[in-house]
């Protein structure tokens, strides 16, 4: 069965440090994969997305994703967060074969000024 | 471009009572998905459409939980009878397309927040 599984629920930083949320995902086959975000009182909004070719992606507001094929992995990155990245972000997956769609738990990021 | 639209924002109803979610995607967005998103985890697919046919229903509730999108555009999503469990934020999104090694963006509306009693 498709899963994707986000280890860290909530973290909590202070502004300018650097950032790393983990995402693991299990699917045998050719994946699509997504961060989103949700910052408060907004709607879902997409972060950045990887479907092929250089496994580092870039995204808004200077976040990166990078691809680990042998670790089923897709961790986000900034090297030094604000306080307007208070949000919770979301790791999800799109199988290429059946389209199917599935969302990890999400993490909650805090950014103390 | 106006985004993916969602009705009603808020729904209280007591168990046992029947509702109704709608959505509106954005024009030419030819997949729809509804999810459901129980508080403190992520969203859970519940049935993805492509145009008016459906592509994954493996996760809705068949028994109480119906879904149509009449004409590929709009959809609704129906609960009948509500349980206490069903009480959730219910998601509406769209993207271009599905077609196979290329996923397109979700565009997400703002939710229907229920709360079952």
């Known amino acids: 069965a498709q899963s994707v599984s986000q280890h860290n629920h909530h973290v909590i930083l202070s502004e300018a440090a650097s950032l790393e949320l983990g995402c693991n995902y299990s699917y045998g086959g050719t994946v699509n994969l997504f961060w989103y975000v949700q910052y408060p009182g907004q709607h879902l909004q997409l972060l950045l997305k990887?479907?092929?070719?250089?496994?580092l992606v870039k995204g808004i507001k200077g976040f990166e994703a990078e691809f680990i094929k042998s670790k089923f992995s897709f961790n986000l990155r900034k090297p030094s967060v604000q306080w307007s990245d208070t949000a919770e972000y979301f790791c999800?997956?799109?199988?290429?074969?059946?389209?199917?769609?599935?969302f990890g738990d999400g993490t909650t990021l805090t950014v103390k000024p | 471009e106006a985004g993916v639209a969602q009705s009603p924002r808020y729904k209280i109803i007591e168990k046992r009572q029947s509702v109704a979610f709608w959505c509106n995607p954005i024009?030419?967005?030819?997949?729809l998905y509804w999810y459901q998103q129980i508080l403190g985890q992520g969203p859970k697919l519940l049935i993805q459409f492509q145009n008016n046919g459906v592509v994954d229903d493996s996760q809705l509730p068949k028994d109480r939980f119906s879904a149509e999108r009449l004409k590929g555009v709009d959809s609704t999503l129906k609960i009948q009878p509500a349980k206490l469990e069903d009480s959730a934020v219910y998601l509406c999104a769209s993207s271009l397309k599905f077609s196979g090694a290329l996923s397109y963006e979700q565009y997400f509306g703002p939710g229907t927040r229920l709360t079952v009693t």
């Open positions: 999800a997956v799109i199988n290429t074969n059946a389209g199917k769609s599935t």
């Open positions: 024009s030419g967005h030819a997949t």
């Open positions: 990887y479907f092929s070719g250089d496994p």
